[in-house]
């Protein structure tokens, strides 16, 4: 692995800083398309050749059963069903796959009370040929019921009766996907692609399964499938346009999404997704224009606008807003309240939200801002919410930071360790006890309260305004500024605001992991290496080690790149990534080879396959004399690697001359020269040893 790797590990850091969670705190005013929310309703429209077969096969109601069930089954299509099932209905009475149809569409659409009726009548009928429909409607009931588990078990038996069935394993990806298990979905996605290759839908909801997975090129792949057999196809569209924002291609994803908002009657998850991409790139004010232009194509264009302003911070204006959204419902006052404490009154907004958590006891996210309000309006949090934020798994650590805030100044360290990981890589080990003396004044903890609030919820300048009004040196508070100034694309004043407090702080390991990022990002690698040995001297954690492990390489500090990859190895003994990376720091030296050939061979059995891998495994056979050896595996890997990766083509090169395979040499060589690798270590050599096959 290069130092370019490192940099791209330090962007995925201050990414993922920057895309945490959010979501936690909002009241679901956007966000990004799941495989669940794509797959129901399915296909509801209707094309000619649908109406023009329907119109047929009303004259045969066996045929137009047997017609529903077929567009069911390939393309999870519902709307034929939706058409003529009321017909059907009363036609063929007695055929119970009517009714498992119509159950199965009626309660896809939303229509679950009916979705039951229809299941009841046909439970009721005469048993008949209509194998497994029966648990798919039950499924699909079960789901749209809130019962994703026992969907799942009903789809399970399903595919296990019909293996060859498409749209039951999609529904079984798209359960399995709302539990969380991308793995699993993914698998049930790709056999539903594989089964009906031809159908959008399943192409799409596979690469989003991917996206979960963080698998970008796979989910890009599937996309790309999904448009070519359907242009048009607005909901693959916003969902590729997902995928090349995962890729931080921005403005290639809204290109991707304009033909869907440009048109007479704008797609509302395209709408709503280009709102999304104008936020996540810090551009407030497109998105307010966007939102305008287009509020007739969205469920709420109100709450869009208020959680845009409330980022701007202008909680004026989203009070504002607010007073002409009519009634008010129970997210509509959660916004007012939110706004009223951006706007300076924490106590009047704590009073709301501590209405609407009584009223809605079991939502942790809404009890979670009730007591941030509380702890900012310096009240005691109401002890129902804290219990249900401390047994949320996802909330739990966030809500010990408000605990911790609220508490007296010698017990908020204690509490705050349990606040670890409440934003990804966020610790408090290190954090200085001068820090909670200062946090426990009436002023600052009001401040500090509000700043993480804001934090949390993703509007940034409202916390950088927060975290500005709290008064002394708290070191916390300036990391906790720096994340949020990161996220707004201010690098540079967050390394200038972080630089003291990682001089003055040298064992509190976020500052430090942070600060190595952003002196990585700006090309300081010395200070970033510094920064990131401060790191690992305070928590031994797998990717400040590796991140060691590279810098020491590229700065040639080879025994301490050594140690951090040996106790990576330590920490990590199943990943194949140690024992590679400490293969390659000798390989690329020269030295301690047959360590080095030992090393390759444990990483390539824990992951075979792998080009990286074969790359080193092949490469040091080659310089421990044995080319013979060497060739098929770098052949394999350069294979894997489609010829792409300038180390395996200069390698397997050399490997092919030393062969006496010259023409196979001077092609990879040219290859090698392709890649734009002037700079690469192994150009000289790479030029030399063509000229001598010239």
């Not at 009730?370 to 949320?392: F, K, M, S």
């Not at 605990?403 to 705050?416: C, G, R, T, V, Y």
Request: aromatic residues 4%.
């Amino acid at each position: 692995m290069t130092f370019a790797c490192l940099l791209r590990l330090s962007a995925a850091l201050l990414v993922a800083a920057s895309a945490a969670s959010a979501s936690t705190l909002s009241d679901g005013a956007f966000g990004d398309l799941r495989p669940g929310s794509l797959v129901d309703p399915g296909v509801t429209s209707l094309s000619p050749a649908n109406l023009a077969a329907i119109a047929a096969a009303r004259q045969n109601f066996d045929q137009a059963v047997g017609l529903l069930e077929q567009e069911l089954r390939t393309d999870a299509a519902y709307g034929s069903i939706l058409a003529v099932a009321e017909d059907l209905r009363i036609y063929a009475p007695n055929d119970a796959r009517v009714f498992w149809l119509h159950a199965i569409a009626l309660a896809a659409t939303g229509d679950l009370v009916a979705g039951r009726a229809a299941a009841e009548t046909a439970a009721a009928l005469p048993k008949g040929p209509d194998g497994i429909l029966p648990l798919l409607a039950r499924a699909m009931i079960a789901y749209r019921d809130g019962r994703p588990a026992e969907a799942e078990a009903l789809l399970v038996q399903a595919t296990i009766a019909a293996p060859d069935h498409p749209y039951a394993h999609n529904l079984l990806g798209t359960v399995r996907s709302s539990e969380g298990q991308a793995g699993s979905a993914a698998d049930s996605f790709r056999k539903a692609a594989s089964l009906a290759p031809e159908t959008p839908m399943f192409q799409r909801n596979l690469g989003l399964a991917e996206l979960a997975l963080g698998r970008a090129g796979p989910a890009l792949a599937a996309m790309n499938a999904a448009i070519a057999l359907d242009p048009a196809d607005c909901l693959s569209l916003t969902a590729s346009a997902q995928v090349q924002a995962a890729l931080q291609k921005f403005a290639e994803a809204e290109a991707t999404l304009r033909p869907c908002v440009e048109i007479a009657a704008p797609q509302m998850a395209a709408v709503g997704y280009l709102v999304e991409l104008q936020i996540r790139q810090n551009r407030f004010e497109d998105a307010l224009t966007t939102i305008d232009a287009n509020a007739r194509s969205l469920p709420d264009a109100t709450a869009l606008r208020v959680e845009v302003l409330l980022r701007l911070a202008r909680p004026a204006d989203a009070l504002t807003a607010l007073g002409a959204a009519g009634a008010d419902s129970q997210a509509t006052r959660l916004r007012r309240a939110l706004a009223i404490a951006m706007n300076g009154d924490p106590a009047a907004a704590s009073a709301i939200a501590r209405d609407l958590s009584r009223a809605q006891p079991s939502d942790a996210g809404l009890a979670l801002i009730g007591v941030a309000l509380a702890v900012a309006a310096a009240e005691a949090p109401d002890p129902a919410a804290v219990a249900r934020v401390a047994a949320d798994p996802d909330l739990a650590a966030t809500g010990a930071a408000f605990a911790a805030l609220s508490a007296p100044a010698d017990q908020m360290a204690k509490i705050a360790a349990r606040a670890d990981n409440l934003l990804p890589g966020v610790q408090f080990v290190g954090v200085p006890a001068s820090d909670w003396v200062a946090l426990a004044q009436p002023a600052n903890r009001r401040s500090a309260a509000l700043g993480l609030l804001w934090l949390m919820r993703g509007n940034d300048l409202a916390a950088r305004g927060a975290f500005a009004a709290v008064s002394g040196e708290v070191h916390l508070v300036r990391y906790l500024d720096a994340i949020a100034a990161t996220r707004l694309g201010d690098r540079q004043v967050a390394a200038t605001g972080l630089a003291a407090t990682a001089a003055a702080v040298p064992e509190f390991y976020s500052a430090q992991m942070m600060m190595g990022e952003l002196e990585a990002g700006r090309g300081r690698l010395p200070e970033a290496f510094g920064h990131y040995r401060n790191a690992v001297a305070q928590v031994e954690d797998g990717g400040a080690l590796m991140r060691v492990a590279l810098l020491g390489d590229t700065l040639n500090e080879t025994d301490v790149a050594e140690d951090a990859l040996r106790r990576f190895i330590a920490l990590f003994p199943d990943s194949f990534i140690g024992y590679n990376q400490l293969a390659w720091l000798f390989i690329q030296r020269e030295v301690r080879l047959d360590e080095a050939l030992v090393l390759a061979q444990q990483a390539d059995q824990l992951q075979p396959g792998n080009a990286s891998v074969l790359d080193n495994l092949g490469w040091v056979r080659f310089l421990n004399g044995d080319a013979a050896g060497a060739l098929d595996t770098l052949r394999e890997a350069n294979r894997i690697s489609g010829s792409s990766n300038p180390d395996i083509v200069y390698h397997l090169a050399a490997t092919e001359a030393k062969a006496g395979s010259k023409d196979a040499a001077k092609a990879l060589l040219l290859r090698f020269g392709d890649l734009g690798t002037a700079s690469h270590p192994a150009a000289d050599k790479a030029r030399a040893l063509l000229e001598t096959l010239q």
